[in-house]
């Protein structure tokens, strides 16, 4: 039975982009799944997704999904390497385009909470000239950084900075990707590189 929620709701239109990363695709919707915000499963995360995401829950059902990352109005998929997109697509796309005409839950309200809690517990407060330093570096990410890859279906958040090292955590497609570490280096590198000379490398988050 439909509820007026559901009836009000136009008909979810669903296509898939490519990413850098040959192992994910971005399934875009015509709706906002997540909006403003950012919701990354990765691989071993299953438990955490069944807490507070349903449809990452559901996903990670499938033999083939490997990975899930949430944001505005897509779903960035990275599947098992045993298996080839075109075998698994047409599915996924179907199950997306279901779930979400019948309104299932994306990610329950009270992670983003969470996700700020365990940012602060982990996050290193910085003093004086390094904390200078730090809010440039935050500055560029969210304006010069965030936007490109986003594009391409992934993330890319700040993760701390220590003696010239500032080191970043790569969500979604980027996670993985054999051509983030030429972003990584020749992109985002060279260019805080050349805007903050206090910075001397700029390395992934290996955890």
Not at 36 to 64: H, I
Not at 107 to 121: D, H, N, P, R, Y
Not at 161 to 184: A, E, I, R, Y
Request: proline share 5%; aromatic share 10%; with cysteine.
């Amino acid at each position: 039975m439909e509820t007026k929620e559901q009836a009000k709701r136009p008909p979810v239109m669903l296509y898939t982009e490519q990413t850098p990363n040959p192992e994910t695709l971005k399934f875009v919707t015509n709706q906002m799944l997540y909006p403003k915000n950012t919701a990354d499963f990765k691989e071993g995360e299953q438990e955490l997704a069944k807490e507070w995401s349903p449809l990452a829950a559901a996903l990670f059902e499938m033999p083939y999904v490997k990975a899930v990352y949430i944001c505005n109005n897509f779903v960035t998929i990275t599947k098992e390497f045993n298996f080839d997109w075109t075998d698994i697509m047409l599915d996924l796309k179907n199950f997306l385009k279901n779930y979400l005409n019948e309104g299932g839950e994306v990610v329950k309200e009270g992670f983003e909470a969470l996700k700020s809690q365990l940012t602060e517990e982990e996050t290193v407060h910085y003093t004086g000239e390094n904390a200078e330093i730090v809010q440039k570096i935050k500055s560029m990410i969210e304006t010069y950084v965030k936007p490109a890859v986003e594009m391409d279906g992934g993330n890319i958040e700040f993760k701390s900075f220590d003696n010239g090292v500032v080191t970043l955590v790569m969500q979604g497609s980027c996670s993985g990707c054999p051509s983030s570490t030429v972003t990584l280096k020749s992109g985002i590198e060279g260019m805080m590189k050349r805007m903050i000379p206090e910075v001397t490398e700029v390395v992934a988050y290996a955890g």
